[in-house]
């Protein structure tokens, strides 16, 4: 059977309760200067998932009573075809989806305001750009701002059996989305290898950025998230690319691909510049390297990701402790957040169509199981995913360990650490930077695996090994 | 005296006739796929020639009658500094901008409420962005979508007069900006000379694509509109990047790059993808040149570069008559738009801070001169700078022709061509594609030079001869 139409058909099964209509707006383009000149093109991942359409100014309603589905947009005429080329009908489009129905777009407007005047439920998803926003607001009479998910909370005008089904199918990936995201992850191989390939002293970070998205570029649609790629590895959206690699620094990068398919990888590793780790820096990426380690052997279903993540932090701490950076009963520490001050976010997130999988729906529908309770400490309140994991879950394994002067200098005034923190020992570290060692992992039925055929190098003899190669290649 | 505060003073004197305050809304991220995963960042261009703030989140404020101007942006908390690094103060931002106040973001909002509550007049650009579009609208209590220039026509509710300063400003392109924008040039060549040393059969375009846009995001900001390359020329606007190069075909390269200080360029080549013309490819490619060199040839200050246009295309309706697609007199078939069949675009545009530079202020305001009509003929009737030339203007000189079978089939039948039109000698070159060839041209005062040092291989034997010296350089 048609894959979109499977999945509609599972979607309305999920919602069998609920009665009234789901409506789906598909993105059209987005402007980079102005309407005309549009960022690269993109479509609503929603959208790509339920009926897979990737062009523009496409919308959809799926009628829960009647049973009924159709395919709202416009047929080009000739002013579009000499600027964009022949497209095919909108009628077949919406038959490769699997709806027999289409009709012009503006249709889609009347539909919604005749479902509304009927007083049937309107069911929609939060939006995740401002013109679906636009959209939805003159057809439903609410503010635009209204209708996007605020951060953890959700979206409260947005159909709460709709966000949840959703949520539930695109959580599980099938073995067709496993095969995309396998090769998704082939190109974020290629891309970081170009990467580490081109990290040699006095080159501006900026080169190396753009040797990598133009690998990505070459044979995927683009980067699945703006490059991070800083030797100030401490700031965790680093997107200034204007310093010369110097001596004796981490270069962090954690970059992603995006496959022609739209499903995105997501890896972080961190060199050293000059191709040999420094003793201290030895010292601290080998313990978030065993923190990468111990969550992924802790992955496998029925575990919730938040224990691996307090695993991990629990282990760091330990590991601090070692180096004298912080003192006192891991367990205690742990419990009264002390890891936050050293990893102020979370282990990892759901991945598949979006990197930061469906965050558009209000991160916790997506990462919390019911009966869990997100925390507010700094670090595990940040983290995304805290479920029990199932077979079919993509989650990325991203410990890391920062240095943030302006974290630590509030700390230390605020006494937040009650005393579990040596500043005369970790003010040694202002200038370190940080680390973090990022994969992304599929649960599988009795464990887990790293999604592509290859992992990069991440153990600090192997990272220093690939460089010292890469130098005897040039 | 500092850049941007001057160029607010040249505003002020140009709006000396008028009272109110003048809004400028700075951009904020946009979503690709939710809020926090968004494009890459890019500034409005407005906003950055009058303050050059390259941040998000900025507004500001221009009292036309006080003569106070405010800059209003928030201060980065410790969340912000965790995850985008610290960012100097809004103050200093704001002073180096040439702007001594400053205030919180939200008191943007406030300070244009009592305007208006003061019956003061609000001066404001028609806006590029949705986001944009909504903040304004709830201000202002009237319809986003009204807020957008709607093409050729400009907005409304917009101010005309602070419209017509900004264009009559950002038309002539001072010393600085001719700097960058000849450094964005040369950005453009290295982007064009790296994407025709990758052409080869069998290759598929995304390749070359990827190979062409990482050599300018290593060295810019990135492309600076979305790659055209394909060997379907006759799509203007095709970024179908799939199908691999076949022997025989004519490869159109249309690409700019924008540099890190976003100043754009935008060039056109066309390349015979086995390296030769075949002798019916070199006919046309011929004809494209010589149009190109012809206008260039009488771009001068006070010539209207509509007069280049009709110059050019008169030139390719005589010579397409040699070839026997055409007959009769070469003015009468240009002034019945015969030559929109084989040009159905403009010889050229502004290009500046934006590749069609201003288009979000209404394309007649931008490109037109007040006594003149923009014509409604396919082909002139997209020409998007007709105004007589000025020292400073930067425009495009892109003549093409192309062969597009759904426009010649609906001439055909609707005997557009008023029988001026060879059917049978067109239709042998359905399935021929298109080629365009374009320059960035400088109109300098006594004439016009291209940007950049050095000039893309543009006449059919230097194409030939620089594909072959690549071809020997592998």
Same mark, same amino acid.
């Given at each position: ?358 965050? #558009?729906? *209000? ?5 919390? $199981?019911?009966?869990? =309770? ?5 670090? !595990? +309140? %940040? ?47 202002? #200038?370190? *930077? ?5 994969? $992304?992992?599929?649960? =599988? ?5 790293? !999604? +592509? %055929? ?21």
């Amino acid at each position: 059977m048609n894959t979109y139409l499977k999945r509609r058909n599972r979607l309305r099964e999920l919602l069998s309760g609920e009665s009234g209509i789901v409506v789906f707006v598909g993105n059209v383009e987005s402007a980079a200067q102005y309407r005309d000149n549009g960022y690269k093109w993109r479509q609503d991942s929603n959208w790509l998932y339920f009926f897979g359409i990737d062009e523009p100014r496409f919308a959809a309603i799926m009628d829960l009573d009647g049973g009924g589905e159709t395919v709202y947009a416009d047929d080009f005429g000739i002013d579009d075809i000499i600027w964009m080329g022949p497209m095919p009908s909108v009628a077949s489009l919406a038959e490769g989806a699997g709806v027999p129905a289409s009709a012009p777009y503006a249709a889609f407007d009347e539909a919604v305001r005749a479902a509304l005047a009927a007083g049937r439920r309107v069911h929609f998803l939060p939006v995740s750009r401002y013109y679906n926003a636009v959209k939805l607001s003159g057809l439903l009479g609410v503010a635009p701002d209204a209708l996007f998910s605020v951060g953890k909370k959700g979206c409260p005008l947005a159909s709460e059996p709709l966000v949840r089904a959703v949520v539930k199918m695109r959580l599980v990936k099938d073995a067709e989305e496993i095969a995309l995201l396998d090769a998704a992850a082939e190109l974020g191989f290629n891309m970081h290898t170009t990467a580490r390939k081109g990290i040699r002293l006095g080159r501006i970070e900026q080169e190396i950025v753009g040797e990598m998205e133009g690998s990505t570029l070459g044979a995927g649609w683009g980067v699945s998230f703006a490059t991070i790629l800083t030797q100030h590895g401490e700031i965790f959206h680093c997107h200034s690319h204007e310093a010369p690699i110097e001596p004796g620094r981490l270069l962090l990068i954690d970059a992603g691909a995006e496959s022609n398919a739209h499903y995105a990888s997501d890896h972080t590793r961190t060199y050293p510049t000059g191709g040999k780790f420094t003793p201290r820096q030895r010292d601290i990426y080998q313990i978030v390297y065993e923190c990468n380690e111990l969550a992924f052997e802790m992955t496998r279903p029925g575990v919730p990701y938040r224990d691996c993540h307090l695993a991990a932090v629990r282990h760091m701490l330990d590991r601090l402790g070692q180096l004298g950076i912080v003192r006192g009963d891991v367990d205690e520490m742990a419990a009264d957040g002390i890891g936050g001050l050293f990893m102020p976010h979370g282990l990892g997130h759901n991945m598949g169509l979006d990197v930061h999988d469906m965050e #558009d729906l *209000g991160e916790n529908f997506v990462g919390y $199981d019911d009966d869990q =309770t997100r925390s507010s400490q700094l670090g !595990l +309140g %940040s983290l995304r995913m805290a479920r029990r994991l199932t077979p079919g879950n993509v989650i990325t394994d991203e410990p890391g360990i920062y240095f943030i002067p302006a974290l630590i200098a509030q700390w230390k005034a605020e006494g937040t650490d009650k005393g579990r923190v040596c500043y005369n020992r970790l003010e040694q570290y202002l #200038d370190f *930077g940080g680390i973090r060692l990022e994969d $992304d992992v599929l649960i =599988t039925p009795d464990g887990a695996r790293r !999604l +592509g %055929s290859r992992r990069l190098p991440i153990a600090p003899d192997e990272v220093e090994a690939a460089m010292a190669e890469d130098v005897m290649k040039r």
